[in-house]
Every structure is written in structure tokens, then in C-alpha cells.
């Protein structure tokens, strides 16, 4: 089939077998950042985002992402130019492996979209379909709430 | 003893962990990310627990298009070896080859096949005709050794790489004991007296990035004469990268020289990455096929054929005077290694050595035996063996404070060893031999347990079940050691040299698993330069470029690995100052580094970027560089006292830890954040551990829950509250007082909540993990 699909801001046409799973499909083309831990939907490491909304791209065929908007963690900030939210997970120590970290990060993202001012319990409720067996989730937490401050600043 | 607290301007300091930024950005660092198209290797994997293969038949799978390689036990070398990537020569069993004429758990590896795409390599596994005599099996551990169970490794070539114990015959892999004082005869004179039984589960790391391993032909291998055969390049997810040289080339029979073994980043490992598993196929595909070839784990893979935890039953005797004296312990210990027998004697044996010198007693006894089974092989996985020992001696300390009417927090700190006392267990069990004698130099127990009594607010908090009909609080708690790295074994070592702009390339053998620690020892590196751990770029972990190391195991690499760094920046400095002495026409007693600068008491000052430039473009021209290698007399433990709030619903058997106080002694903190990062992550393991991590298996023993779904990790929903407290100590031996720090805190949880839950509602559990199920009859025995 025809794809039209704009990846982190940018339109794409791509012509793809539509049963392909869509994580195979952004590792083809080179969003390595996209993650495969399970196959299963439940680890979150190939977590992107469609029209804002996190989703495990493990799970979902290319088809489905047909005139949609994905954001892949390299669409989300530089090195040089780092988004708040990965600025925040390196300088809290909350990236170990950092194997989690992309579909974490954009789990995060997702969140404070839609909630900049989360408590505690939104931001365990938001990031709970990304599991991380490295950091205890002490600091991932600490650096959500940091980035969601610097961002309500900035705005 | 003690020395004050080391105050650094590098080292102490939470300096950004140097690959984070990176890894945050998503960038292609791993292994399966190299930029590269492989064929895909995937393995077939047997359906019974214990069969001979009569007969396999590859030829319609090789035929099929788009298959390159179909590896069987008929065309794969027949050369024994153990998988456990540990130091040469092993202390487990030679008991495994590339592929055998045998399976002996369901989901060992019977055949691997290359293939251009996922798809038709799964086609080929099911195109191999395979024929089986099937086995009696066996999967009770305490009748593994029975005179009718089933020999498991009837192999003639199975054997002991070491002078000990092993009995195959019997699928009896090791027993080591010993005994101090008259145990029989202090329990007699005790005041109380307790024998009990505790049993541990199954149990995966489930590393988030299941094992992988790339094996292609890099520009650099053509770069060898012919007659010594062709070179690969191994990019693998490893612990231990010049052990998976090593173990890899003697399983083909190959030389190391035709492999190169690089780590990148890798997704996680906690033990299980010290297997060496991938290593031997995906080579032997990639050099048959001569083409670059990927074989990557899946989840269920991970869980079924890869490593696990090794189950243990823990009997325990003891007894105590109405003082609170502690006359005898003995530890008695089965431990059940499954199908092979990585790991098998030292996990064993680490039972007793990381937790009968905690405390003090009159007598001490320790009775270890591993046994084979038919079931999936455990090997290490952080904690190693003295998790599982930790929470039998945990509650029965505990139960025995109880017993005399004490307060458990009490009892401990009248009965842990300090520092300046050693014991006898540290000679006696070492790895898998005799150990090391050593006296305790840094042991800041005591306030450990008074700082973590102020966070759970023990004193108030304490056996205050609470006025809730249904729902119970409780508080426990647990002391804990382990140790940094294996003495007069592990070896550590490290390259540095010096660049025009001042900065160092440092290289390391180490490896890094996501711990931070290429940051680590480069904070430890920079420090003795006075220098920014910004200008030390660290490389580590690839056998062709990189100084040998041992790997990340044994809680080592801060320890080791971070002292072979130092003493090679001291050699540095002593090179840099000879050159600034010569620059400066003066004598090295007049000079000292800082800021990167060398400096003169007078006043006057070099640039680092002057002195390297100097030594390498102006007068006796020589490269500033240097290397050491590093093996430590001593394992100093790292010590801690956790503590765990939890509340029990007694309608529905639930627990949930409401609060975690984790307080560790690691020596020196090099970097306090990611010091308490390992302790989180190891604390919210073994949270997870005590209550949901479980394999199930059926009467064929096959496990029944390999995913996420059926096998629960916990997620951020499930967090506690969690509370670190690094208790700084000043451990004399090691890097600027550093100690290990990873892998203690996993042993914590489990005695901690069993003790809270005892605490809440007054049922001891002697299974585990505490399911809402065995907590519910717990409860209901107990009524």
C-alpha cells in the first residue's frame, strides 16, 4: 500500500506491505531509537507516539499509522539541543541502560501534552506501560516533574 | 580504624553519566542497531525436558531458499566447555558443546539456522525433521540425587575444570562444608532453638534488552594472513567480553585471535549477560556462511533459555541465650542449577560467605550441595546465590530477636561484625576453593540501621498493626553484606595517554552494563589528575583495543576496574610532573596538579596542553601514557540495613510495600547519584522478587508464563515510597575509599517484607514470593 505518514514533522510517502508491524517498519528506516523488548506489547521500550497519543508500535501494522502524525524519540530534541525531558533524565541520573529510555521519555512527553502540571501519582500512571528494570523509576519520576516545571516556565 | 570521609573534587561528585545524553537521543549504540544487514539466526528448541536426539535431518531446511547455515550436533564442533564466562580455569562444570545429541530441559537448543529474513528462518526450524527417545526426567531437586532419578549428563566428557566435587553420576554438581566450634553442642546450652526451612523460586533478570549478538567481518579482519583462517568481529551484549573471547574460540576450537569481542551499549544484563550463549552459534553461522548474521533472543527466549536465579531450599538451625547472644548458626543450603551447571558451585557457595560473617556467634556451619534437574539453567544474576540465603537468615534473625524480647533492629546491632574483626567463613569458602582471610576495615553498620530506623520511623511505627478491620501495617526490616570483587582472582587493568589539549583517552577492559561505570572510572581517573572527568574519554570493553579485564561481575568494577585507573593516572601524573620539572627547570617536589595545570609553589604554572605538547613535539620526545593492572588481596563488603512498611489486606492475601528504606554503606560514593540508582534498581528487583516474580511450570516441566504478562515485573504503578541513604564509610583498599555498591541491595526485599508482613498480621512465610494466594493460607493456618 501507499503510506502517507508524517514521522517526527516531516511528510513521508512510503510504499510498505501494510501487515508489516510498524516497529520493523520505523527500524527499517533508520529510527533505531524504536526499541524491540518483548513483541508482546508490554514492555514499552518500542513506545512512539501517534497523533499524540503513546502507543507500542510492536503491537500495531504500518497500515495503521496511514495520514497519521508518529514521533519517534528522534524527533523529540538534539545533543546540542536537548529536550527539557531528556535534559532532565540525564542530569537526574534517571538513564542507566537507557535501553527504556526512548519510549519512556516519549511516554513522558505524551503526558505533559496533555497534563504539564502532573502529581506524582499522574506521572506513575502515565509512564506505567514502560518498564525499566535498571533504576527503581526513583529518578525517572524526579526528572518528569523537573522537565514539567522548566517547560511550564519556559511557556 | 576508620578514616574520615574522602572529599574529592571529581570523585563525590554526580557528574552526568557520560553515554546518557546519548542514549536519551535514541542513537543507534546497541548492538542490533549497527548499520549493517544480517542474515537473522534463529534457534530451534527442544519440546521435552530430557530426550536423545536418534536422529535430525537438515536437509530440506537447507534447501529452502534464502537459508544459508543450519548448525546441528552433526556438523558442530564437539568441544566441552562451561558457558558461566568466569575467569580461566572455572569453577563450573565443562558439561555444554555448541550443540548436543541431547536436550535435557524444554527449550534447550537442538539446531540454529541463518537465513536472509525472520520469516524464512522460522520456516526452516520447522522444515528440520527431529527424532527423540524421550527421557525420564527429573525436576524435584531434593530427588535429584535419588538412586532411580535420571543421569542428566551421561556424557563421558562432562567434567569438573577444577579439583572438586562433582559426581555426575549422581546429578550431584557440587557440595563444599565446614564447621566451627560445636554446633550440636551450642545449641544444646542455647536458651532457644530453631530449625526452619525457606524456599526460593525461579526467577529471570528479564534485562529490558533481551541477549543479542551480531557477528560480521569488520575492514579490520581481513587484516590477517591466511593461513591462520578467517576473522569475526563479535558485537554482543556482554558482561564479561574477553571471557566470550576465550570461551567462544575453545568452544570452536578456534584461536582468539580469530575473534574480536566488543560491547557497545547494552540494554541491561544483571548476571545474566555473564552467559556466554549467543556467542558460539552466531560465530559458527557468520564463518559457514560468511556472511554478517544476527541472533537476537526473544522475550520468551529470555526467559526460558537463558539464565535464571537458582532456586534454593535453605535449612537453617540456630540457637540464641535469653541475652540475645547468638550461640550457633548452620546454614545448609540445596540449590537447584537446572540442565547445566553454570554457576552452580559458587552461587552455592556465596550462600554462606555473604551472609554467616554478618554476625557473631559461638559456632558456624555451612552444608552446600547443587544438584542438576530437568529444568531451565540458572547461572548468575545479581545478589548471586546470597539473596536467596539472605532471606532464610534474615527472618530467622528476626524470629530469634522475637523469641527473647528484643527489638529486631536491637538484636542486630549487638550481633554484626565491626570493623576490625574478620571471620572465619572468609577462609573458608572461596570461589568454589578455599577463600581469603580478611579483616573488616570499613563497616558503618551501626548507623546504617539508626539512620534507617529515623526514615521508617521504626520506633513509633513498629507493631502498630493499625484500627482497620482488613487492611494491616507492619514494619521489617534486614542487615545485609556482599562483597567487592573476587580476591587474588579478578583482574582488572587500564591504558591512558595523554592528548595536545590536555585531555586522556583512557581505556578500559571493563565493562560497562549501564551501571555508569566508563563514568565512574573516569571520575576515580580524573581525580588524581586534577582534571575534569569531561576530559577523560573512555573506551571500553573490545578485546582488540582495550586491556584485559575480567568483566562486570562479583560487584568489581568501581572496586577493581576504578583501581587500575588510578594507579595508572598516578603513573601519568608522575610523567606529567617530570615533564613540567624539565619545562620549568625545577624538581618535582616543587610542583603539584590543578585545574589541569601543573603548578609551582612559587606561583608560576603549565597547561596540561603545554606539557603535552612539549613531550611530544620539543625535547626527548616520548608519549605520555601509561597502564596498570590492578588484583585485589581483599573482597571488602559493602554492608547495609534495609527496611520495608508494608500493608496486608487479610480478605485478599495482598501486599503492598508501602515504604522502602534502603541505608548503604559503599565506601566513598564516586557518584552519589548513580550509587543510588544502582540501589533503587536493585531494591525495586528484589521488591518485585518477593512478591510476583515466578515461573510456573507444568508436569513436563515447561514453564507456563514466559512474558511479561503472565510474568510481572514491576511498573511504576507499583512503586513504593523509596528512600536512599548512602552511609559513607572509607574503605582503605579500595579507589578513594569506594566499595561496591550494585549488587547488595537486591537482597534485601524479601527477609524486609516477610519480616513486616510477620509484623502486620503475625505469619511467617517460609515460600516464596509472597503471593496473595500463600499469604492467604498463611493466614488461614495460622487462625
Known amino acids: 500500500m501507499e503510506l502517507n505518514v508524517t514521522i517526527n514533522g516531516e511528510d513521508r510517502e512510503f510504499f510498505v506491505d501494510p501487515g508489516m508491524l510498524l516497529l520493523d517498519f520505523l527500524r527499517s528506516e533508520g529510527y533505531l531509537g524504536v526499541k524491540n523488548g518483548c513483541s508482546e506489547g508490554t514492555c514499552g521500550s518500542c513506545t512512539v507516539l501517534v497523533d499524540d497519543k503513546p502507543l507500542k508500535s510492536c503491537i500495531m501494522f504500518v497500515g ?72 527503581g523509576y526513583v529518578k525517572q519520576i524526579k526528572a518528569v516533574k523537573n522537565a514539567a516545571k522548566r517547560m511550564r516556565e519556559e511557556n | 580504624m576508620t578514616e574520615t570521609p574522602f572529599k574529592g ?67 558442530t564442533p564437539r568441544n566441552f566447555h562451561t558457558t558461566a564466562g568466569q575467569g580461566f580455569p572455572e569453577p563450573s562444570p565443562y558439561d555444554s558443546v555448541v550443540l548436543d545429541n541431547k536436550v535435557r530441559f524444554v527449550g534447550d537448543r537442538v539446531a540454529a539456522v541463518a537465513a536472509d529474513t525472520k520469516e524464512i528462518a522460522l520456516q526452516a526450524l520447522k522444515l528440520i525433521k527431529v527424532e527423540y527417545e524421550v527421557l525420564d526426567a527429573v525436576f524435584d531437586p531434593e530427588k535429584a ?93 556482554t558482561q564479561v567480553p574477553f571471557h566470550a573471547r576465550r570461551i567462544t574460540a575453545q568452544a570452536l576450537g578456534i584461536k582468539e585471535k580469530n575473534i574480536r569481542v566488543i560491547k557497545p551499549r547494552i540494554g541491561g544484563a544483571f548476571g545474566t549477560k555473564q552467559e556466554v550463549l549467543l556467542e558460539q552459534l552466531t560465530t559458527l553461522l557468520a564463518l559457514r556462511s560468511k556472511k554478517p548474521v544476527l541472533l537476537e533472543f526473544t522475550r520468551k527466549e529470555e526467559f526460558i533459555s537463558s539464565r535464571t536465579r537458582h532456586p534454593y531450599t535453605v535449612w537453617l538451625r540456630s ?57 531451565p539453567v540458572p547461572g548468575a544474576y545479581r545478589g548471586y546465590g546470597a539473596t536467596q540465603a539472605c532471606y532464610g537468615m534474615e527472618v530467622l534473625i528476626s524470629e530469634m530477636a522475637e523469641k527473647i524480647g528484643m527489638d529486631p533492629a536491637e538484636f542486630r546491632q549487638i550481633n554484626h561484625i565491626q570493623e576490625g574483626e574478620g571471620s572465619p567463613v572468609f577462609k573458608a569458602l572461596g570461589e568454589g576453593t578455599e577463600g581469603v582471610e580478611q579483616t573488616i576495615k570499613s563497616c558503618k553498620l551501626d548507623d546504617c540501621i539508626e539512620q534507617g530506623m529515623a526514615e521508617i520511623d521504626w520506633k513509633n511505627k513498629r507493631s502498630k498493626p493499625g484500627d482497620d478491620p482488613v487492611k494491616k501495617r507492619g514494619l521489617g526490616m534486614a542487615m545485609l553484606m556482599q562483597g567487592s570483587a573476587i580476591p587474588k582472582i579478578d583482574m582488572a587493568s587500564a591504558y591512558a595517554k595523554m592528548n595536545d589539549d590536555g585531555s586522556f583517552n583512557l581505556q578500559v577492559g571493563a565493562a560497562d552494563l549501564g551501571t555508569g561505570s566508563d563514568t565512574v572510572i573516569a571520575q576515580i581517573f580524573a581525580e588524581v589528575l586534577d582534571i575534569k572527568a569531561d576530559d577523560v574519554i573512555v573506551y571500553s570493553s573490545d578485546t582488540d583495543l582495550t586491556p584485559f579485564d575480567v568483566g562486570a561481575y562479583a560487584s568489581s568494577t568501581t572496586y577493581l576496574s576504578g583501581y587500575a585507573a588510578k594507579l595508572t593516572a598516578e603513573k601519568i601524573k608522575k610523567q606529567i610532573l617530570q615533564v613540567g620539572a624539565k619545562m620549568l627547570e625545577t624538581d618535582i617536589g616543587e610542583l603539584y596538579l590543578e585545574d589541569k595545570k601543573v603548578c609551582q609553589h612559587n606561583g608560576g604554572s603549565l597547561t596540561f596542553s603545554q ?89 513436563k516441566g515447561k514453564m507456563l508464563n514466559p512474558s511479561f504478562n503472565d510474568y510481572r ?48 498480621v503475625g505469619v511467617r512465610l517460609y515460600k516464596a514470593p509472597f503471593t496473595p494466594e500463600r499469604v492467604l493460607n498463611a493466614l488461614k493456618e495460622n487462625k
Open chain 2, 145 to 237: 540425587r535419588d538412586p532411580d532419578a535420571p543421569q542428566i549428563h551421561d556424557e563421558e566428557e562432562a567434567h569438573m575444570p577444577i579439583p572438586v566435587f562433582y559426581e555426575k553420576g549422581s546429578n550431584h554438581v557440587s557440595h563444599t562444608d565446614f564447621a566451627f566450634g560445636d554446633i550440636d553442642k551450642e545449641l544444646e546450652n542455647s536458651d532457644y532453638t530453631f530449625e526452619r526451612r525457606y524456599d526460593t523460586q525461579y526467577a529471570q533478570h528479564t534485562p529490558i534488552e533481551p541477549h543479542v549478538c551480531m557477528a560480521y567481518f569488520d575492514d579490520q579482519d581481513y587484516n590477517i594472513d591466511q593461513e591462520s583462517g578467517p576473522r569475526v568481529t563479535v558485537r554482543t551484549s
Open chain 2, 319 to 375: 540457637g540464641v541465650m535469653k541475652d540475645g547472644k547468638i550461640t550457633a548458626i548452620e546454614l545448609k543450603v540445596l540449590s537447584n542449577t537446572g540442565a547445566y551447571g553454570s554457576h552452580g558451585l559458587t552461587v552455592m557457595s556465596n550462600a554462606g560467605s555473604k551472609s554467616l560473617p554478618l554476625y557473631h556467634m559461638n559456632a558456624v556451619g555451612f552444608i552446600g550441595d547443587t544438584v542438576y534437574t530437568n529444568l
Open chain 2, 713 to 760: 515485573i514491576f511498573s511504576m504503578a507499583d512503586m513504593p515510597e523509596m528512600k536512599t541513604i548512602l552511609v559513607e564509610s572509607y574503605e582503605p583498599t579500595g579507589p578513594f575509599g569506594a566499595k561496591s555498591v550494585s549488587e547488595i541491595s537486591i537482597n534485601g526485599p524479601m527477609p524486609a517484607i516477610a519480616n513486616a508482613i510477620y509484623d502486620a
Open chain 2, 9 to 75: 573534587k571529581v570523585v563525590k561528585t554526580s557528574v552526568r553519566k557520560k553515554d546518557s545524553m546519548a542514549l536519551s537521543q535514541g542513537m543507534p549504540l546497541y548492538v542490533a542497531d549497527l548499520d549493517i544487514k544480517p542474515l537473522i539466526a534463529k534457534v530451534l528448541r527442544s519440546p521435552h525436558a530430557h530426550a536423545k536426539i536418534i536422529s535430525i535431518d537438515a536437509g530440506e531446511a537447507e534447501a529452502l531458499e534464502g537459508v544459508h547455515c543450519v548448525l546441528t550436533h552433526k556438523n
Open chain 2, 611 to 699: 606539557v603535552c605538547k612539549f613531550a611530544l613535539y620539543a625535547e626527548d620526545q616520548f608519549q605520555i601514557q601509561a597502564t596498570a593492572s590492578h588484583v585485589s588481596d581483599e573482597s571488602p563488603p559493602p554492608f547495609a540495613a534495609h527496611f520495608a512498611e508494608v500493608e496486608v489486606d487479610t480478605e485478599t492475601g495482598l501486599v503492598k510495600v508501602i515504604k522502602y528504606v534502603a541505608a548503604v554503606d559503599c565506601g566513598t560514593p564516586i557518584n552519589p547519584k548513580l550509587a543510588e540508582g544502582q540501589t533503587e534498581g536493585a531494591v525495586m528487583n528484589g521488591i518485585s522478587y518477593a512478591l510476583t516474580e515466578e515461573y510456573i511450570f507444568n508436569d
Open chain 1, 64 to 135: 495503521q499509522v496511514q495520514n497519521k502524525k508518529v514521533l519517534t524519540i528522534e524527533g523529540l530534541g538534539t545533543p546540542e539541543k536537548p529536550h527539557p525531558l531528556q535534559d532532565e533524565f540525564v542530569e537526574e541520573g534517571a538513564v542507566q541502560c537507557g535501553f527504556c529510555i526512548p519510549g519512556m521519555i516519549l511516554s513522558a512527553n505524551a503526558l505533559l501534552i496533555t497534563n504539564p502540571d502532573p502529581t506524582e501519582e499522574e506521572i506513575k500512571e502515565g509512564l506505567d506501560g514502560n518498564l525499566c528494570r535498571c533504576t
